[in-house]
């Protein structure tokens, strides 16, 4: 069943999806797109802050819009997103870790200027195996509305 921008529902919260990261993925990611050397070298990475290798939080968000896109967005009425409005790393994802995506729809409401569709804001966690909140992401939907 399509889902619409009349389904969204404020403090609705749903997991959209999980995925266990390894290092071999960190490290291909962060060659391509964040080649800091605690995301892409081992050795440097065991001397840095981190105390080893993590994964960029941009390969973080990009996991978590795969599950948003598996587990909501495929199956819903979107037309895309205007935006993201904040983004935070709370915690380092490491090697190993499993992460569930959960998605919490914050605010809903119509187009000012386009009757066929509304603005669903929501938050996007991102939690590992023991319950830290590695990442969150609020950002917005447009939405088609239900046809007649």
Not at 10 to 31: D, M, S
Not at 33 to 55: L, M, N, R, T, W
Not at 78 to 105: K, Q
Request: net charge negative; aromatic share 8%.
């Amino acid at each position: 069943m399509k889902e619409y921008f009349e389904d969204a529902v404020v403090g609705r919260r749903r997991e959209v999806g999980h995925h266990t990261v390894n290092e071999e993925e960190i490290v291909r990611f962060a060659r391509e797109f964040d080649p800091q050397p605690f995301h892409v070298d081992a050795a440097a990475a065991a001397q840095s802050f981190y105390g080893g290798v993590i994964a960029s939080g941009w390969h973080t968000c990009a996991l978590a819009m795969r599950a948003l896109v598996d587990g909501f967005l495929a199956d819903a009425a979107a037309l895309g997103s205007p935006g993201v409005d904040e983004i935070r790393w709370r915690h380092p994802v490491r090697p190993g870790d499993t992460l569930t995506f959960y998605n919490t729809v914050l605010e809903v409401r119509p187009s000012a200027s386009k009757a066929d569709r509304g603005i669903v804001i929501g938050e996007t966690e991102a939690l590992n195996q023991n319950g830290d909140v590695v990442m969150t992401m609020r950002g917005m939907t447009m939405m088609r509305r239900r046809p007649a």
